[in-house]
């Protein structure tokens, strides 16, 4: 008979994370991410809970990460711990061990519950070369469509769906030498991302996107219905 593995104890804390993907490291996947938050706890001295059975690992939960080469201020990570620390102390030494461009913004004590079910919609900022009255005609056309089909290659294969239904609002402004697209985008199933967005502009529009639009997540967490605003997942009740 095998032996059967240690019980872990269960955390005695969990830590809410905030962190940002900026610059050149915006490049970085999820895949690449993982590997080098789970250095910078180590390297950090953070004493994480594990998990129990043959191959115990850290406790450590990912929420909806933004797609690879997407710019973000509003990552999300939730921590467990064998011992109670303090948030901003926790904050100063990942700061300290994670590279320049992967960067903690806030941590937080979570008061229980799931985080990724707080994550219901994000605020973009879709930067394009297009002119601002294209952009804007782009933007009117796209609001006007009861649904804009757009394609994508999954792991599954080729998926065709609707983009228009996952926008809560879109509006453009001039920026620099081109514009900046507003977006607020419901998360669900299938997963809109602001790059099928922008392939729906170009669709319905001719929205000129570029070859390499900077994409941008500004916040996720709650979304309200009315104002179609995103809270912020570590403070929801502010």
């Given amino acids: 008979m095998r032996e059967q593995p240690e019980q872990q104890a269960p955390p005695v804390q969990r830590l809410r ?10 490049f970085t996947s999820h895949r690449d991410f993982s590997r080098a938050f789970e250095r910078a706890i180590f390297r950090a001295r953070v004493p994480m809970a ?3 059975g043959f ?20 990552e999300y990570v939730e921590i467990g711990l064998a011992q109670v620390l303090d948030p901003a102390a926790v904050a100063t030494a990942l ?4 590279p320049d461009g992967l960067d903690v913004v806030e941590v937080a004590e979570s008061p229980g519950g799931s985080l990724a079910d707080l994550l219901e919609a994000s605020h973009w900022q879709l930067d394009v070369p297009a002119n601002p009255v294209s952009a804007e005609a782009a933007v009117a056309a796209f609001l006007q469509a009861e649904s804009v089909t757009v394609e994508r290659m999954t792991k599954k294969g080729l998926r065709e769906f609707d983009c228009r239904g996952a ?5 453009a402004v001039p920026h620099g030498d081109g514009s900046r697209l507003d977006l607020v985008l419901r998360h669900g199933v ?14 319905v529009g001719g929205l000129e996107t570029g070859p390499a639009p900077l994409l941008t997540r500004v916040s ?19």
């Fill in 17 to 26: 994370i905030r962190y940002a993907k900026r610059g050149r490291l915006r």
């Fill in 50 to 52: 594990y998990s129990s």
């Fill in 55 to 74: 191959n115990p690992h850290p406790r450590i939960s990912y929420a909806n990460a933004a797609p690879t080469g997407s710019a973000s201020e509003a």
């Fill in 95 to 98: 700061e300290e061990a994670l």
């Fill in 167 to 171: 926008v809560v609002a879109l509006s």
């Fill in 190 to 203: 299938p997963a809109v991302r602001p790059d099928d967005v922008l392939t729906g502009l170009r669709a």
């Fill in 220 to 238: 996720q967490g709650p979304l309200d219905p009315e104002s179609g605003t995103v809270g912020d997942p570590l403070h929801p009740s502010v």
